[in-house]
């Protein structure tokens, strides 16, 4: 029998926050961190004198962060302001807590570009490609969802019911920014931005911040909460081809099959253990590449996977429960791993799904993670 | 009216490729101790690791891997050409280049054969783009 993984249920979560989502020009990232670490500390009923760890991500300076909260950290990390950094810091923070480094951590994560009118290309985001007119992430996803249409007869149909039924998770999310219902022919009347993928294949752009705490499983019972554990976690960089930003030829399939395979293996559970998965939705495609890439369905057929409901609360595989970075709001993974702890507390209310225990974080991106929640 | 689509950062590394360009031939840095072929050029080959590398001339010869039509402009520069084609280029030798494909797009297909056009925007930068073979 194997030997079980010294990783397994070491950290837990025992406190989460979020902010209200939308346009907010009067403040910053500081101000929106500050309101998200109140709400988290709240939540857990922490005391913040008992945080020792800081992880900052999409922060200017971590030190200016330190000194808003009056925080002197024995373990911190900074974060570029990428997406991918969510489950990066997550795992970095279950690792110093299992070694000892950090007693309990907080992870703050802010956005601002909703008010700041991010564009997410052009000027702002300077690549070799440029002289070609190709830039943006949603470009990129583009060139990958193409290749999949071709490769495998993928729709447009298809990929639309990864808006929609995420849409309509928002809808039973009363903090979603994006509650009005979607239809397929919704999707397919959007306008293109980046054709084939349509506006309703993109993410929102929303001010927010989040905040997770965490601390080793074995204090985890002496706060307000039901203990959330990290039982498993796994990761696969690309790096080798990036010249082309966010984009990866074979849709970062292989990356994702090795970081699930090692998270499950690290917890302890099967694929068919996976009660909800929270899949990293900047662009509808990147929904269909995780499905395969974790094998939930057979390299190709993920456009086929996720129609009739399949995704949907109710059907065998909820995705996104909360409306995902396509409608409830762009935490860039931050989020969607607070709504798998919420899940697996069991207090999600209109979109909950029944007697959860094991809820999977996964972010296809050039840095691939996967992270596996079990309830306490 | 001048031109007013982005022009690109020309540096120690990517002189090579534009000096071909402007001569009409597609150059790409080529490892002298492994010859492995690489774009974007750097500063070792990302095979082996040596810093001795080489500019040759491709074929000028690929295969299509995906396409795009960009509908939105990032760049002012590119509105009166939206909806503008996109694509991704297999050179044979390797390299993947992102491209504009210009021509009658009807035969885009996965795997489709392409081949090197040159498009000298302006009097000193000209653009490597792809038509379908």
């Known amino acids: ?376 | 009216m001048g031109y007013e689509k982005p022009l690109p950062t020309i540096t120690r590394l990517t002189q090579p490729f534009w000096d071909a360009a402007h001569a009409g031939r597609l150059a790409m840095q080529t490892c002298r101790a492994c010859g492995h072929v690489h774009f974007p050029p750097g500063p070792v080959c990302p095979e082996c690791l040596s810093a001795e590398q080489d500019w040759k001339d491709a074929a000028g010869t690929g295969t299509l891997e995906s396409w795009i039509a960009m509908h939105r402009a990032y760049w002012d520069g590119f509105r009166d050409a939206l909806p503008y084609p996109v694509g991704l280029v297999r050179l044979t030798e390797g390299p993947l280049l992102v491209t504009n494909l210009v021509g009658d797009l009807a035969g885009a297909k996965l795997g489709a054969k392409v081949r090197v056009v040159f498009d000298a925007v302006t009097e000193d930068v000209t653009l490597p783009k792809f038509t379908l073979v």
């Not at chain 1, 200016?64 to 002197?72: I, N």
């Not at chain 1, 007869?153 to 928002?170: F, K, P």
């Not at chain 1, 509650?179 to 959007?190: K, L, N, Q």
């Not at chain 1, 995704?311 to 396509?326: A, C, E, Q």
């Open chain 1, 1 to 376: 029998m194997a030997s079980q993984s010294p990783l397994r249920n070491k950290a837990a979560v025992i406190g989460v926050g979020t902010t209200k989502f939308g346009n907010f020009p009067h403040t910053d990232e500081y101000g929106l961190a500050a309101d998200a670490f109140r709400a988290a500390l709240a939540d857990g009923g922490i005391d913040k004198r008992a945080i020792d760890g800081l992880v900052v991500c999409r922060i200017p300076s971590y030190a200016r962060m330190g000194e808003v909260l009056g925080l002197d950290p024995r373990w911190s990390l900074t974060l570029p302001p990428h997406g991918r950094m969510s489950g990066i810091g997550i795992i970095e923070a279950a690792l110093a807590i299992a070694t000892g480094q950090a007693s309990t951590v907080a992870l703050l994560y802010a956005n601002i570009g909703r008010s700041r009118r991010v564009n997410y290309g052009g000027e702002e985001s300077p690549n070799v490609w440029d002289p070609w007119g190709f830039t943006s992430p949603g470009a990129a996803h583009a060139l990958m969802f193409r290749r999949h249409m071709e490769l495998y007869g993928t729709t447009t149909r298809q990929l639309a019911e990864v808006s929609v039924a995420i849409r309509a998770h928002a809808c039973l999310n009363p903090d979603a920014v994006m509650r009005v219902p979607i239809t397929i022919e919704d999707h397919e009347r959007a306008r293109f931005i980046t054709e084939p993928l349509r506006l309703l294949d993109y993410c929102l752009i929303n001010d927010g911040a989040v905040c997770l705490i965490l601390s080793a499983a074995e204090r985890a019972r002496d706060f307000a909460q039901p203990p959330v554990l990290i039982s498993g976690f796994g990761g696969r960089d690309a790096f080798s081809a990036s010249a082309i930003p966010n984009f990866d030829i074979d849709f970062w399939h292989d990356p994702v099959a090795e970081a699930g395979t090692e998270a499950r293996a690290m917890a302890g559970v099967e694929r068919g253990d996976i009660d909800a998965l929270m899949a990293y939705d900047n662009f509808s495609p990147t929904v269909l590449f995780s499905l395969e890439g974790l094998g939930f369905c057979p390299r190709g057929e993920a456009g086929r996977f996720v129609q009739g409901g399949t995704i949907r609360l109710g059907g065998s595989l909820p995705m996104n429960t909360d409306g995902g970075h396509l409608s409830n709001s762009y935490m860039q993974g931050w989020a969607l791993n607070v709504e798998a702890v919420r899940q697996l507390r069991g207090g999600c209310g209109a979109r909950q799904v029944p007697d959860a225990e094991v809820v999977q974080y996964v972010q296809a991106t050039p840095c691939t993670r996967s992270i596996i929640y079990t309830r306490g």
